[in-house]
């Protein structure tokens, strides 16, 4: 088992940025690819950006490339999404998620463990 706890939601003006974390705890979370995905009201869960487990790949949506970075810090157990440039749009709760791949997926059905999600509004 993979537990994940995200945090760092709020919210922010239009064009500003939130760092949202993800702490990781259970097996060895070195192992696992990460991915964070979110969830806006009335819509599908949508991928947002993934990284390896060696942090040395990573992949974005269309919709975030340029403005979003994530991170992994594995001695640390934790993964990292730095949102800039924040628009309306991005109003979401945030999840955190787990898979072992050894290609990143966007899929939901590619990870296994997933966190309870934070929630980030951006206003106009």
């Known amino acids: 088992q993979v537990q994940l706890v995200e945090s760092g939601g709020g919210l922010v003006q239009a064009g500003g940025s939130l760092r949202l974390s993800c702490a990781a705890s259970?097996?060895?979370?070195?192992?696992?690819?990460m991915g964070w995905f979110r969830q806006a009201p009335g819509k599908e869960r949508e991928f947002v950006t993934a990284i390896s487990r060696s942090g040395g790949s990573t992949y974005y949506a269309d919709s975030v490339l340029g403005r979003f970075t994530i991170s992994r810090d594995n001695a640390k157990n934790t993964v990292n999404l730095q949102m800039n440039s924040l628009k309306p749009e991005d109003t979401a709760t945030y999840y955190c998620?787990?898979?072992?791949?050894?290609?990143?997926?966007?899929?939901?059905?590619?990870?296994?463990?997933w966190g309870q999600g934070t929630s980030v509004t951006v206003s106009s």
């Open positions: 259970g097996r060895t979370v070195g192992n696992y690819a």
């Open positions: 998620a787990a898979g072992l791949m050894a290609i990143l997926r966007p899929s939901p059905n590619a990870y296994a463990y």
